[in-house]
């Protein structure tokens, strides 16, 4: 089952894409990394994905072939929103209690045993809570309501470190227990190398790069050799991106597998994600879309 | 010591088999791959004894609600240590430790290192340096090696300290 499928999926608001022509098919059971600069289109994505917001052009369906923004969707979905909207006059049982019933699945007990692991009181104001313990009650929020997937928009933003990790383990340990699905989005990647493992790139309002970061990671390597034999290399490879620096040339390249030998008088080594996603940046001619996606669109192409 | 009293009388004989019996960390910076940190948390304590057979491994759960890294990744490392033979999994109870490296006791492995500690002291003061100490435990224990009819094992690098060299011999690999 897919958790989000995309076909030529685009948004415009007024003149301007916001997103164009976006190709994806997420599968379940995956910590979702979506990462792109700022503007990229991230949050146009996810509201598309959870039905905020109707698609301009192409479809997106959800959870195995669920239109968003039906209820069979909305039972499933739980989304939060940047910044963790929540009523910062209620009080933190009133918050419980106002979303139990806007909601027809919700978990009660589960919500409080939460708040009690976390030590958040349930009689104290929403707007009395740390940043951290906010996030807390906003994700707290979401998994009473025991759903498929879990979507967050820049979760991590506002956070400081150690609410940061306190939060992703939180996310960890319901992905661990339920076995729930999960988008995060940010335009760090850092903040999500460790706990995703799967990305999707977005820039300038495409999806640049789609697949699991495992597969992603062997189908790159990072040549060094001589700058002036770079072009015929790059004749013969598909070259991502090219780094030059005086008499020395950093290809990133697709290839299949370590298995390839690299072209004589070359170096080859293994790539990291920030580097792959950097190469991409750079390049926005550049994509990667492998995997299931590949099937749903011809891939950009990467200049051979 | 103190310390494991505090924490035998805290959680009461006989429910020591509940508790994890290791605790892993992580090396951001260290560039080695988050699963492969796990296995080699689980081999170091093995052989130096902090974890022996049958303990319990921490749940996929409680890695990732210390560590925040991804469910997948624990998953992985322990299916690699199944996969070199140190760990199995028990359904619906955990994974739990097989195997370990032949290695001594705690106890036997204190005198050991006392005893090494006091060799360093020695070659030390016979005016070895570190490189010196490493090239000559290698050759002796290659000459061991010889002696009872092995193949020498994996030589430890010439940069490991004298400290490591002992798990070296063993750990390069």
């Known amino acids: 089952m897919n958790v989000i499928e995309a076909a030529g999926l685009g948004k415009r608001y007024r003149r301007s894409w916001a997103l164009r022509d976006a190709s994806l098919a997420v599968p379940a059971g995956h910590v979702v990394a979506l990462v792109g600069p700022n503007g990229a289109g991230k949050t146009t994505l996810l509201h598309l994905a959870v039905g905020l917001t109707a698609p301009t052009a192409g479809r997106v369906t959800v959870l195995g072939g669920v239109v968003p923004g039906t209820p069979a969707a909305l039972d499933q979905i739980a989304f939060v929103a940047q910044d963790a909207p929540l009523y910062r006059n209620l009080s933190v049982a009133d918050m419980l209690h106002l979303t139990r019933n806007l909601n027809r699945r919700w978990d009660q007990r589960r919500a409080e045993a939460r708040l009690a692991e976390l030590a958040i009181p349930l009689r104290r104001k929403v707007g009395r809570l740390s940043g951290g313990q906010q996030a807390q009650l906003a994700l707290t929020l979401a998994l009473a309501r025991r759903p498929a997937l879990l979507v967050l928009d820049e979760p991590l933003s506002s956070l400081d470190p150690l609410a940061r990790h306190d939060f992703m383990a939180s996310v960890m340990a319901a992905v661990a227990e339920d076995g729930v699905s999960v988008v995060l989005s940010s335009h760090v990647l850092a903040d999500l190398e460790r706990v995703a493992d799967y990305l999707i790139l977005l820039s300038a309002g495409q999806v640049q790069v789609a697949g699991e970061v495992d597969d992603l990671l062997a189908g790159h390597r990072m040549l060094a050799g001589p700058a002036e034999a770079a072009g015929d290399v790059a004749e013969r490879l598909a070259v991502v991106h090219v780094h030059r620096a005086g008499a020395l040339a950093h290809l990133l390249v697709r290839s299949n597998g370590a298995a390839e030998p690299a072209p004589s008088g070359w170096e080859s080594s293994p790539v990291g994600l920030e580097e792959l996603v950097l190469a991409y940046l750079r390049e926005p001619g550049a994509g990667a879309l492998p995997g299931p996606s590949a099937r749903a669109t011809q891939d950009s192409g990467v200049p051979a | ?173």
């Open chain 2, 1 to 173: 010591m103190t310390i494991d009293k505090q924490i035998g009388s805290a959680r009461g004989p006989g429910e020591r088999g509940q508790d994890a019996a290791i605790a892993f960390r992580l090396d951001h910076a260290s560039g080695v791959p988050t699963y492969l940190q796990l296995v080699q948390q689980v081999e170091h304590a093995l052989r130096l004894g902090y974890l022996g057979q049958g303990d319990r491994l921490p749940t996929v759960k409680e890695v990732v609600s210390s560590l925040a890294i991804n469910p997948n990744t624990v998953l992985k490392a322990y299916r690699e240590l199944e996969h070199r033979g140190l760990a199995a999994g028990r359904p619906g109870q955990g994974t739990f430790v097989r195997g370990a490296p032949a290695t001594a006791g705690l106890a036997e492995l204190t005198t050991l290192r006392k005893s090494l500690l006091a060799w360093l002291r020695s070659a030390d003061a016979a005016g070895l340096d570190e490189a010196g100490m490493v090239a000559l435990f290698t050759s002796a224990l290659r000459d061991f090696h010889d002696r009872r009819g092995e193949a020498p094992g994996p030589v430890p690098r010439g940069d490991a300290g004298p400290g490591t060299a002992a798990e070296g011999a063993e750990g390069v690999a």
